[in-house]
Nanobody
Framework: VQVVESGGGLVQPGTSLRLSCAVS????????VGWFRQAPGKEREEISC????????VFADSVKGRFTFARDNAKNTRDLQMNNLNPEDTAVYFC????????????????RGKGTLVTVSS
């Protein structure tokens, strides 16, 4: 199973960016997908998780109301739509997948990507 993130880059505050989590070797309707991020000098934090049947999605308070999920079954991806970005969102964003319904902490996820860098700066 491979997990590959893409879509990162340099953007200005107040703009939007969409990250993609592409998974091969595992059908995402059997797995929970979590997005994590690690800002410079800080610990990695979980910012969102969507259950295997897409019935429940959870977002950290720091991104609630600004970030949402988007699903592409044909490409087997779970994308993270990020709106109204601010400099505090600057981080490496990681996607991780776990067979089953719910996410777990980073080290307990089954498959983890290498991350994509998002920089929010004017």
């Amino acid at each position: 199973v491979q997990v590959v993130e893409s879509g990162g880059g340099l953007v200005q505050p107040g703009t939007s960016l969409r990250l993609s989590c592409a998974v091969s070797g595992l059908t995402l309707d059997t797995a929970a997908v979590g997005w994590f991020r690690q800002a410079p000098g800080k610990e990695r934090e979980e910012i969102s998780c969507i259950t295997n049947d897409d019935s429940t999605s959870v977002f950290a308070d720091s991104v609630k109301g600004r970030f949402t999920f988007a699903r592409d079954n044909a490409k087997n991806t779970r994308d993270l739509q990020m709106n109204n970005l601010n400099p505090e969102d600057t981080a490496v964003y990681f996607c991780a997948v776990r067979s089953g319904r719910y996410c777990k902490p980073w080290d307990a996820m089954d498959y983890r990507g290498k991350g994509t860098l998002v920089t929010v700066s004017s």
